[in-house]
């Protein structure tokens, strides 16, 4: 299993960034997906998930409305569409691959929403 | 949301010694399934988080057997059943019961 996101880097807040993830390594149309993120120093977040079809999807309260997962399994690439940034939202995000919870994680790209 | 608590927030352990965790959810982790998701996870210093424990009390593919999870309902424990140096770093719970997920706010774990 192999998780690679890329998408990160420096934004001015209440600009927008978009997330990938590409998989490889098992059936990434059979797993639900999801985003977890760290703060500097700080400890995990959740931040969303997204069922193996893309029907379903799941949000943190603190995202809600701002962010957006999809995907597109024809391309085994996980998506997070982030709009409204904040600077609460600097982080690393990583991708993981769902089966009772995060199973495999990637390595994350960093996102710094700043002036 | 609920709401997962940690204790001790920080655990300085001896080498070869038992070492153990607390975790706390403000609601019962139970699911209408049967299912209680309930995870752990260790992340070492400068790494991606690694999950060591699913659904209470089973261990992921490469997980030695020194990790041991159990607990029911509200109540959870991570055991270290003899500390090694490579088990230095933050462990972390996670609901996946009621939506939004949440995680435990991390204990450290380090040598004393």
């Known amino acids: 299993v192999q998780l690679v996101e890329s998408g990160g880097g420096v934004v001015q807040p209440g600009r927008s960034l978009r997330l990938s993830c590409a998989a490889t390594?098992?059936?990434?149309?059979?797993?639900?997906m999801s985003w977890v993120r760290q703060a500097p120093g700080k400890g995990l977040e959740w931040v969303a998930l997204?069922?193996?079809?893309?029907?379903?999807?799941y949000y943190a309260d603190f995202v809600k409305g701002r962010f957006t997962i999809s995907r597109d399994n024809s391309k085994n690439t996980l998506y997070l569409q982030m709009n409204g940034l904040r600077p609460e939202d600097t982080a690393v995000y990583h991708c993981?691959?769902?089966?009772?919870?995060?199973?495999?994680w990637g390595q994350g790209t960093v996102v710094t929403v700043s002036s | 949301e609920v709401v997962m608590t940690q204790s001790p927030l920080s655990l300085p352990v001896t080498l070869g010694q038992p070492a153990s965790i607390s975790c706390r959810s403000s609601q019962s982790l139970l699911y209408s399934d049967g299912n209680t998701y309930l995870n752990w996870f260790q992340q070492r210093p400068g790494q991606s988080p690694r999950r060591l424990i699913y659904n209470v009390s089973n261990r992921d593919s490469g997980v030695p057997d020194r990790f041991s999870g159990s607990g029911s309902g509200t109540d959870f424990t991570l055991k270290i059943s003899r500390v090694e140096a490579e088990d230095v770093g933050v462990y972390y719970c996670m609901q996946g019961t009621h939506w939004p997920f949440t995680f435990g706010p991390g204990t450290k774990v380090d040598v004393k």
């Open positions: 390594g098992f059936i990434f149309s059979s797993n639900a």
């Open positions: 993981a691959k769902d089966n009772w919870g995060p199973e495999y």
């Open positions: 997204i069922s193996y079809d893309g029907t379903n999807k």
